[in-house]
Each structure stands twice: as C-alpha cells, then as structure tokens.
C-alpha cells in the first residue's frame, strides 16, 4: 500500500524545536522528491520545504535558517526538523510526493504557544 504516515508534532513553546518524521511505503522512496507543506488554520496550504532523490533542498523564505529537511533512504523517511518556532508555524504539517498521482499523508498537529 501507498502511503505517507507523519509523526512528531505536538505543543511547544515559542522558541523551541521540534523535529517531524514521515516514513514512506508502498514505493521506492529513494526515486522521489519530497515536500513538506503546512496549512494554518484559516489559510491556504502553503510549501514548506523540498528535498530532492540527489538530496538538494530548497525552502519557503520564512523557514529558511529555521527549518532543515533530511531524508534517509535506508529508513524510508524525511524529517522536518524546526527550530525557533514561533506562533504562526502553528499548523498541520502534511508529507507529500507524486507517486503517478499526488500522495498526502494525514498530517500532524504542531501547535506553538507565546
């Protein structure tokens, strides 16, 4: 089965770190270019973070010198590490690929207090 499954979020203080996973299966994980995206309440999903099968990445302006993506293929999975949060990276965090058709996990719930 196809599938993206994130892992990782929760509540933390304006300041801190968090780190989400998302582990991968049903294809050949180290063949595709990764993405994160959030979504705030009320807002448009918007792109987070990219991670290429070469391992380039690239960030939206706001996250870059905050947020680091990383992959391991041997493990299937990509990581969003976030550091310095603050209150409008609350949001659900979504993993997502093209495997012929899009593919979304079910996302995960990070939620920064001030």
């Known amino acids: 089965q196809v599938q993206l499954v994130e892992s990782g979020g929760g509540l933390v203080q304006a300041g801190g770190s968090l780190r989400l996973s998302c582990a991968a299966s049903?294809?050949?994980?180290?063949?595709?270019?990764m993405r994160w995206y959030r979504q705030a309440p009320g807002k448009e999903r918007e792109l987070v973070a990219t991670?290429?099968?070469?391992?380039?990445?690239n960030y939206a302006d706001s996250m870059k010198g905050r947020f680091t993506i990383s992959r391991d293929n041997a493990k299937s999975t990509v990581y969003l590490q976030m550091n310095s949060l603050n209150a409008e990276d609350t949001a659900v965090y979504y993993c997502?690929?093209?495997?012929?058709?899009?593919?979304w996990g079910q996302g995960t719930q990070v939620t920064v207090s001030s």
């Open positions: 049903g294809f050949t994980f180290s063949s595709y270019t």
């Open positions: 991670i290429t099968s070469a391992g380039s990445t």
């Open positions: 997502n690929t093209w495997v012929k058709a899009p593919l």
